[in-house]
């Protein structure tokens, strides 16, 4: 499956690098777009100099911040265009664990839209702070009623969505930016009548560069909500009620991961072919602790 994972990016100089080198640890053929909005910190040059080596890398570069929103759109449309069958939204802030990118691929062949996420059984936030959790539990929540929805994690970034789903939608009528955008796309491919299904994360913050998260993001999605719940009531007289397509996965079983001893800014195709257990593989920054194995 051709897949392509788009990242956006604004001030991730310190993480890429290394989150690339996880990326083709376990998606040793994926391609990946970054999408970034001009970093003063120059990320955009460094994608540059890693794909003078890495073809698999690509970039789109925008003149200024414009929004997570608007860069998932453009990297949906770049994906379409280049016939991928399975794209990805990815952050760049080692929040989306890689080793989880192979469970996603085996998910996408029985759904539409494949959402990672931390209000499952096995999904968790260990390492947020309670006013964090509270923000980001309770606004699920709302969604969640408030819309008549069945996901667990509608604000959830790390997903992958099979190119049909995406000509489904009208992208260009997608007008939200923050976690906005992420509610949108989920009741969006919903009322499509497109299957929805959530696997469990452990989403870990960040612990390079700042948060982009902002109150007017999170004011952003409370009157996306409250607005598309009221035109949802104006129009349910001329509405069938529509059953959404949706369904949790329990844990997978632990993934293996090619060894890339080589930085990112190599070719993943002459990777050492190594494999080890991800329970074995505390040099990664990736691991996970206690995660138990489904027999
Ligand atoms: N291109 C682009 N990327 C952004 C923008 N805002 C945030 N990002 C990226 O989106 C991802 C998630 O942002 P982050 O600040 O970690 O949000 P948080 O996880 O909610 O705190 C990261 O990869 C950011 O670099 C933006 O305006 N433009
Ligand atoms: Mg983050």
Redesign the pocket.
């Known amino acids: 499956m051709k897949t392509l994972i788009i990242?956006?990016?604004?001030?991730?100089a310190e993480?890429l690098p290394s989150l690339l080198h996880g990326i083709f640890s376990y998606l040793p053929h994926t391609d990946v777009l970054i999408?970034?909005?001009n970093s003063p910190d120059g990320t955009g040059q460094l994608v540059e100099d890693m794909r003078k080596q890495n073809q698999q890398i690509h970039i789109l570069h925008?003149p200024g911040?414009?929004?997570?929103g608007t860069?998932y759109i453009t990297g949906f449309k770049y994906a379409l265009l280049h016939n991928y069958a399975a794209i990805f939204e990815m952050?760049?802030?080692f929040?989306h664990d890689p080793q989880y990118l192979p469970a996603f691929i085996a998910a996408i062949e029985e759904a539409d839209l494949v959402i990672g996420s931390r209000y499952i059984p096995g999904g968790n936030t260990p390492n947020w702070s309670l006013l964090r959790r509270l923000i980001s539990g309770s606004g699920n929540i709302f969604a969640r009623e408030v819309l008549h929805i069945p996901v667990r994690d509608c604000t959830g970034?790390f997903r992958c969505y099979r190119r049909q789903t995406l000509e489904a939608l009208d992208l260009d009528a997608i007008k939200s930016?923050g976690?906005a955008f992420q509610i949108e796309m989920t009741y969006r491919v919903l009322r499509q009548g497109l299957k929805v299904v959530e696997t469990p994360i452990i989403f870990v913050?960040?612990r390079l560069?700042?948060?982009?998260?902002s109150r007017k993001?999170m004011l952003e999605a409370f009157t996306y909500v409250i607005k598309t719940r009221i035109a949802s009531l104006l129009m349910r007289r001329n509405r069938a009620r529509i059953a959404y397509h949706h369904k949790i996965l329990p844990l997978g079983p632990l993934p293996q991961r090619i060894e890339a001893s080589i930085p990112a800014n190599q070719p993943a195709s002459i990777n050492k072919q190594k494999t080890e257990t991800r329970a074995n593989s505390r040099s990664t920054p990736f691991h996970i602790p206690n995660r138990p194995t489904r027999s």
């Not at 911040?65 to 997570?68: A, I, P, V």
């Not at 560069?209 to 998260?213: A, D, T, V």
């Open positions: 990242i956006p990016t604004y001030n991730e993480n999408v970034d909005d925008r911040k414009l929004g997570l860069a952050d760049a802030d929040s970034g930016r976690y913050d960040r560069g700042q948060s982009k998260m993001i």
